[in-house]
């Protein structure tokens, strides 16, 4: 059984979504239902009570062959299509996500929002300043994510504004996932070429490239001090 299912990221998108749901006719809204086929080979649906069925752990769901180049990581497991693949690949990491091992991360998870509170409390509570949800949520869920992962991490939520180079990157990444979907073999040749070239056809990348450049960096110096 092939599904293709998708997480909306942008207001816009969302909104076409919900719009397509409930199409307006004139004066009267007309329901259409919770599924819509928003292409050829894709259908969206807005329905809570069908997450469990549809993400079930019984039901052998393959990816799209296509979507695998979407982050220029085919043998990746979450770019996996084929479920028998895909399988034993993500069993490797089901010790990552049981309830003994995020019980025990916990702690650390509730003292970096507890940071994350205390700065909101003096830079933006009361002071009129503008404060970019999207920003600060990818800080504090980056932040989570690497310290889990790997035992360290960047201080992401300490970025000036929350504007952190990483979140950046994974904002500019996203413009090219829709290319890449269609055309993979841009990304091949965007692999061979010179970074500052690369940055040229595509300013969105620099971020990406730059991201790359200070963790590579960041990681010789906790390196080199570990040893």
């Given at each position: 059984t092939n599904c293709t299912t998708s997480m909306v990221s942008h207001e816009s998108m969302g909104e076409s979504l919900r719009k397509q749901h409930w199409q307006a006719d004139m004066a009267t809204t007309i329901i259409v239902g919770p599924i819509i086929r928003i292409s050829p080979n894709e259908i969206h649906i807005r329905d809570a009570?069908?997450?469990?069925?549809?993400?079930?752990?019984?039901?052998?769901?393959?990816?799209?062959?296509?979507?695998?180049?979407?982050?220029?990581n085919?043998?990746?497991?979450?770019?996996?299509p084929k479920h028998e693949a895909h399988k034993p690949r993500r069993a490797a990491l089901n010790p990552f996500f049981s309830k003994r091992a995020i019980t025990n991360a916990t702690p650390m998870m509730q003292d970096k929002l507890y940071k994350?509170?205390?700065r909101l409390r003096r830079e933006y509570q009361g002071t009129g300043k503008v404060?970019?949800?999207?920003?600060?949520?990818?800080?504090?869920a980056s932040d989570i994510i690497v310290h889990y992962c790997f035992n360290d991490?960047?201080?992401f939520i300490n970025a000036p504004d929350f504007r952190s180079v990483?979140?950046?990157?994974?904002?500019d990444l996203l413009d090219m996932v829709h290319v890449l979907v269609q055309f993979p073999?841009?990304?091949v040749i965007l692999n061979r070429l010179p970074q500052k070239v690369v940055e040229a056809v595509n300013p969105g990348?620099?971020?990406?490239?730059h991201y790359n450049r200070v963790s590579l960096i960041f990681n010789y110096t906790t390196t080199q001090c570990h040893c």
């Open positions: 009570s069908f997450f469990e069925e549809m993400f079930s752990n019984s039901l052998p769901w393959n990816k799209p062959e296509h979507l695998q180049y979407r982050f220029d085919a043998l990746g497991t979450f770019s996996t994350l509170c205390d404060l970019r949800l999207d920003w600060m949520w990818g800080c504090i991490g960047y201080g990483f979140i950046q990157a994974m904002f073999w841009v990304g990348l620099k971020s990406i490239n």
